[in-house]
């Protein structure tokens, strides 16, 4: 639990004036000020707790909020009395929010611990396993057995990495890999989102092409989801871009990597399953203010900053762009939970659609229909250079196999073959340049 | 010939005195340096020691449950938990990232869970299948300040959670040391970075104690939320988090860094340290007792301000150095 203070709000409203100062010359400059990565809810620090750090720019009200919703991100659960199977589990694959998400950051693959979706391979991956569902939960309370046991390997093939696994059922039996498809799932950083939830649906679909009409390549395609109430709406989080909301994705969290059922709506305290649920309405949206009111960290470097200047150039040039688009606004949401999430720009870096990023990273897992096993959606950037600064480990793309930023573009395929070729026909110079300016996004 | 000499004595006295004030002002990478080898090193070290001290002591109540080697092996939880809870602050390492953390603190406890796997025979087979809610600092407090007439099942859980402890603090240990380990690979290799980090160790650890030990249990009057309340422990553990705190600003340089670049916050922080382990020693005992008195509330109020003070000072000295 980490709180920056009233002192460092005001600092960064300090830095965000100064910096505006600036933004009138930069703006007749091609670059604008790419280091407020989220605008006015940046914060400037590039500390281990820097996912830790809520909105700056959030009113006195809105930060005693997420003061006081911050423990619940660290909470752990246990099994309860109260009725058949309350609290956490009896499957799961972690007991609190940071088990995982350790530090807000990205998460390690630890065995016993690791998130795993499956699929049966027959049908293109859109069909649950038999006894497991689309999510093995490799955890369980004490009394119950875990769905299955992983055993993971990597295998190393031209300075590239890909995982083994081997899954077993409690009574010793094999999924077979030659039928089941399995995807492991690392953590991604919960910063920024949100901002990235205000991020108006039009301005998401036009960047959308799923026929690729304009023949370039690149074909983002968003995911629409239907809710219970017949609305339609696009997903945005999690390496397949299906909860649409950072309320929906705390609420997926919640069910599937921790047998926690919530409440289906405010005025009731029980779940979709006609029983009480495990949480109140007021813990699940608590969770939910506080991950919707982090801030995002600044870049290290200035807009005009050599590495940034000749970075993002490259990155232009290589098209990575396409997908990885650097700068999105956010709308006016009279409802939103905090106002400085309103009328925002800022550099995530991402499209928040689904590419298919071609046979290497197809695992085979196609997300109940919403997606094809190689299809991911674009992950946002902001951030990545404080992977090794939070967390201690590098790990990159869904399975972290990535061991370093170059690996992960190495991986690239697909619609994103193209960038990747141009990346390894350039100077080793210019190779340099690219991977230094992503690291101090 | 005095007079003539005087100017030269003179000249080299201010000269001493130049010089000696400026090897008294640490750099960054001395900063660094202190930390890891005076402050992280040697306070986990401690930590090992009184570990085996705990597991030595549950060995002998296992093996004689008398109610002299139960107090023993209590005091020995009372000794091991000081020296967990005053490393808070740098728990940022691989106490966090590498689970050493919720292997030695998880909280609460899994009462259900825990009371489920006493209730059968119980092996190490049994205590590998237990989450860390039922294991570490708090697990093991749950049965030995618990009922005093330990069963079987409890005398042999209490030898294993011992030495799974004792196992956890020597891995924390080892994740530091060496060249390859946390301490010189990260924390020497970057002392910029480690002075931003050790600055917001210190202020997490004060918030962490001003809203999360303290402010959640006493706003919502629920012993549920009250870490160590099994033992009473609670407000001893929060005077040893804040003289962590005070650790990590002492005995690595940091204030003598900071000193010398505003020593008006650097005096202001460490006032406000002092101040704030006074209010927590003037805590009264066992507070999960007194979560409605309002004499306790009060002081609780005056601690979680000043808390929130220090950090607030921590916060700044980070913006300003």
Redesign the interface.
Known sequence: ????????YF?TLAFIAGSSFFLKSEAKRPQENMQLAGGAATV??????AFEIPAAGLSETELAKH?ET??LFDK?H????DHLNAG?GPLHNA?SCS?CH??NGRG?P?EGESLFRVSLREGGGTQPVPGIGFQLQD?A???HEPEALVVRSWKEEQGLRSLKTHITRPDGTELPEETVARSLRIPPPVIGMGLLEAIPEVDILSNADPDDANGDGISGKPVWNTYKNGEKHIGRFGWKAIPSTVLQQSINAYLDDMGITTPIHPETTFADNDLPADISWAELEGVTYYTQTLGVPATKETSSSRIVRQGFKLFNQLECASCHVAKQKTGNNPDAVAAVINNQTIWPYTDLLLHDMGPGLDDGVAEHGLSESSEWRTSPLWGIGLTK?I???VGFLHDGRARTIEEAILWHGGEAESSKERYKSLANKQKTQLIAWLQQL | MKLRFMPVIGTAAVSLALISGCQNTPTASEVSNAMVNKVVLPSYTNLVSASEDLESSLNELADDPSSKNLEKARDKWRAARKAWELTETWAYGPAETLDYDPNLDDWPVSTNELSSALSTDFSSKTFSRLDTTSRGFHGIEYVLFGDSDLTAQELEYLKTAGADLEDNADGLLQSWRGEEGFGASVVEADPASAIIDILAGMQGCLEEVADGKLGTPFGEADEGELESVFSGNTGTDVVHNISGVQLAWERSKLQNYVQERNSDLANTLTNQLNDAVKLAKALPARLNNKLNSSSTQRQIAQLTNALREAAETTASIAGAI
């Open positions: 639990m980490r709180l920056k203070t009233l002192i460092i600092l400037l620090d590039r500390s281990f707790s003061v911050d423990p752990s246990i099994p309860l009395n956490l007991k088990a350790a530090l390690r630890v955890r309370t004490y009394g600064r967390n201690h480990y």
